[in-house]
């Protein structure tokens, strides 16, 4: 089973300073990662995710993961918060790809707060 | 944009109750998931299911069972709510996709308290 690791539960960041998420997967085989938000009373949204090729990947509102196959890492940047980035951040991993196999394990989520 | 519709935000149920929580997607959407979300524990599948009548156990699926008739429609039933079953559900849907290659879309989410 694969298993993804938040170690930072907890980010408090000044506003406009940059900020990375860190994220780490247990894989030997390929994977799909994902990175989602959840606002303050929301369900999650997609912020990015990486299927194959270019391992820099750019999302929404300014963020981007960089996916590091030798360190399974998929960490999530972005250059200068804003208070509007707010929330928690889930990393996500999929089961290998598989005919029929859908679902995605998550991690236990970062709780980003924006210092104004 | 895809919408998943949960069908209540809060709810609170008794010990013993059967509890039924409700989830349509109107995207046709092959798949369809239900989570429990708890604080420090993030969000665990309890079940799923890529097809009308069809459903596969997640990773925490005792005291839980579900019921897909319609493929907008995924019901999660606590056959007899306990109090550990108090927690935050979400639904989610997707396209099918090789290896959920696709991205899930999520509803907002039901606060479901057992008293």
């Known amino acids: 089973a694969q298993s993804v690791t938040q170690l930072d539960s907890q980010v408090p960041v000044f506003e406009e300073a940059p900020v990375e998420l860190r994220c780490n997967y247990s894989?030997?085989?390929?994977?799909?990662l994902f990175w989602y938000v959840q606002y303050p009373n929301q369900g999650l949204q997609l912020l990015l995710k990486y299927l194959s090729g270019s391992t820099l990947v750019k999302g929404i509102n300014g963020f981007e993961a960089e996916f590091n196959k030798s360190q399974t890492s998929f960490h999530l940047r972005k250059p200068s918060v804003h208070i509007s980035d707010t929330a928690e951040y889930f990393c996500?991993?999929?089961?290998?790809?598989?005919?029929?196999?859908?679902?995605?394990?998550f991690g236990t989520g970062t709780r980003l707060t924006i210092i104004p | 944009d895809v919408k998943v519709t949960q069908s209540s935000r809060y709810l609170v149920k008794r010990t013993g109750e059967k509890v039924f929580l409700e989830c349509v997607q109107d995207m046709d959407h092959e798949n369809m998931f239900w989570y429990r979300q708890d604080p420090g524990l993030g969000l665990r599948l309890i079940y799923f299911?890529?097809?009308?009548?069809?459903?596969e156990k997640g990773d925490i699926p005792e005291g839980y069972s579900v019921s897909r008739e319609k493929k907008e429609r995924f019901s999660l039933i606590l056959e007899s709510a306990s109090t550990n079953q108090t927690s935050m559900y979400l639904c989610?849907?997707?396209?099918?996709?090789?290896?959920?290659?696709?991205?899930?879309?999520f509803g907002d989410g039901t606060r479901l308290s057992i008293l």
């Open positions: 299911s890529y097809d009308v009548k069809m459903k």
């Open positions: 989610a849907s997707s396209l099918y996709g090789q290896g959920s290659n696709q991205p899930q879309h």
């Open positions: 894989s030997s085989v390929s994977v799909y």
């Open positions: 996500a991993v999929s089961d290998p790809p598989n005919f029929g196999n859908e679902k995605l394990t």
